[in-house]
């Protein structure tokens, strides 16, 4: 019954996994810009928390997650513009190689050896990479074309 009213009137479309979608384009342009800049937020809050260690704030502290923020932000837009512009395989491995990238940093900023952090970003990066890879290799054609 209450699929059946979600499906009916005002509808625009549908997802790609067939169930209706609530949102407008006008709130899909607005996601696709704030998510980034959210979670860069939350990134460069982390990191410049992580770096201070307990210590006392400092506008070099303040600074540093500002820049984190900024440099998160523009490099997460970067990958989810054109990542999807790759073939399925790359298109993993971009998005991979950034979150095991942005783990790496976060907890080398904790002050952990180079080795941990290094190998920390590669187990994070191999485990999203089996993620994505999966996702993308279940859900398009080999050409790049979207299954649905």
């Not at 440099?71 to 990958?79: H, K, S, T």
């Not at 999807?84 to 190689?97: C, F, G, I, M, N």
């Not at 904790?110 to 994505?132: E, H, I, K, P, Y």
Request: net charge positive.
């Amino acid at each position: 019954m209450a699929h059946a009213a979600l499906t009916s009137g005002g509808v625009t479309g549908s997802a790609p996994s067939g169930l209706p979608d609530v949102f407008d384009a006008r709130v899909h342009r607005t996601a696709r810009v704030a998510i980034p800049v959210v979670m860069g937020l939350v990134y460069g809050v982390w990191a410049a928390t992580n770096r201070r260690d307990g210590g006392p704030l400092t506008v070099w502290n303040i600074l540093f997650g500002v820049v984190t923020a900024l440099a998160f932000i523009v490099l997460c837009l970067a990958v989810a513009r054109f990542a999807p512009l790759l073939t399925r395989e790359l298109h993993s491995l971009v998005k991979s190689a950034f979150a095991g990238a942005a783990v790496g940093f976060l907890v080398s900023q904790s002050g952990q050896s180079v080795l941990r952090c290094a190998a920390l970003g590669a187990a994070v990066m191999a485990g999203s990479f089996v993620a994505f890879f999966y996702r993308y290799y279940t859900r398009e054609e080999a050409d790049g074309d979207r299954v649905g």
